[in-house]
C-alpha cells in the first residue's frame, strides 16, 4: 500500500511540474537606434500560448504581447526602436523543450545577431 501511495504521489509531482510556467530569458543586446526584435518559435506539435515581453536596459517592461504560436512556427512579437539595451523575457505553460525564444537585432532591415533565450 505505501508503495502504491508512493508512486500516486510521484506521477501527481511530474503531472503537476509539466503544468507549471516555464520563463526563458534572453541575453542583453545594446541596440543603436536600429530594430530589436523579440522572436518565438513553436518546436512542438501543439499550439502553446506564450507572453513575450521586451524590457529595456533598466529592467523596466516596454511592451508584452501574448498569443498562441502553432506548431511549427515562429512570430516576432514586440521590437524595440531606441538606443538603449533590450532583453526578452518569454513564459508559457508546458515543456521547456517546446519553445524556443531569440532576441533579434536588424541593421539595415538585415538581421545581424540572434541570441537564444535560456
Do not use: W
Not at 508512493?6 to 534572453?26: F, G, K, N, R
Amino acid at each position: 500500500m505505501k508503495i502504491h501511495l508512493l508512486v500516486m504521489a510521484i506521477a501527481l509531482l511530474v503531472l503537476t511540474a509539466s503544468s507549471d510556467a516555464v520563463t526563458l530569458i534572453s541575453p542583453p543586446v545594446q541596440n543603436d537606434g536600429n530594430t530589436v526584435s523579440c522572436t518565438v518559435f513553436n518546436v512542438s506539435t501543439d499550439p502553446v500560448e506564450v507572453t513575450v515581453t521586451l524590457f529595456d536596459g533598466s529592467g523596466h517592461p516596454v511592451v508584452t504581447n501574448t498569443g498562441p504560436i502553432f506548431p511549427g512556427v515562429s512570430s516576432d512579437f514586440v521590437a524595440g526602436f531606441s538606443n538603449d539595451t533590450f532583453y526578452c523575457k518569454f513564459t508559457f505553460s508546458g515543456k521547456r523543450s517546446s519553445i524556443r525564444g531569440y532576441i533579434r537585432l536588424f541593421v539595415n532591415g538585415n538581421s545581424v545577431l540572434v541570441e537564444e533565450a535560456r
